[in-house]
């Protein structure tokens, strides 16, 4: 009885996971078809700055590794370096979201905000709807992790844990198509 709980629940993070991918395809089509409409303001190639973003690409894909060393720990119930691991992972998405604000910040400044060309609206809507799924994960991580702190690992914390990872790595995922269809095709399109 308990394996079939969790393979209903598995089953419905990955229904929930597609219906996610729906979503960012959708947004990737809308870039796609604006990406070129900068209505005479800047296009990617003078607004991206690529090592930037490749570092945010490294940060979140380690952010991935982390994830998996935690739920490694997790399999082995080490409630100690799940804590660790996840802790690190954390910290890397923190990080990964700052350097995201951070860009819009700047962007916003220079007077390249949502409102001054379809580019730029679809940019930020696209990479925007990414780093809020990041932050959510961050919050669902902060979460996951007090009944592991207080309880240590039990059947359910890592079943959750485990649909905490399928997600972390979704994102990655999603960023890895975002970095090379918005950063690298878009800052080449100069």
């Not at 080490?78 to 860009?103: C, Y």
Request: hydrophobic share 50%.
């Amino acid at each position: 009885m308990h394996k079939d709980s969790d393979s209903k629940v598995l089953f419905g993070f990955w229904v929930y996971l597609m219906t996610d991918c729906m979503l960012f395809g959708t947004l990737f089509a809308t870039y796609a078809v604006l990406q070129n409409n900068i209505n005479g303001g800047p296009s990617g190639a003078q607004i991206f700055n690529l090592p930037y973003a490749l570092a945010e690409t490294l940060i979140i894909l380690t952010s991935s590794f982390t994830s998996g060393l935690a739920l490694l720990s997790g399999a082995n119930s080490k409630k100690n370096q799940v804590l660790f691991w996840f802790g690190i992972t954390f910290l890397l998405g923190a990080a990964f979201v700052g350097m995201e604000l951070r860009e819009f910040l700047h962007l916003i400044g220079d007077g390249n905000g949502p409102q001054k060309s379809a580019f730029l609206s679809a940019f930020f809507t696209l990479v925007g709807t990414h780093g809020l799924h990041i932050s959510v994960g961050l919050f669902w991580m902060l979460v996951l992790l007090i009944p592991v702190w207080r309880h240590g690992m039990t059947p359910v914390s890592f079943r959750r844990l485990s649909c905490l990872k399928l997600f972390w790595h979704f994102l990655d995922i999603i960023w890895i198509f975002i970095f090379t269809f918005v950063y690298l095709a878009g800052g080449a399109n100069g």
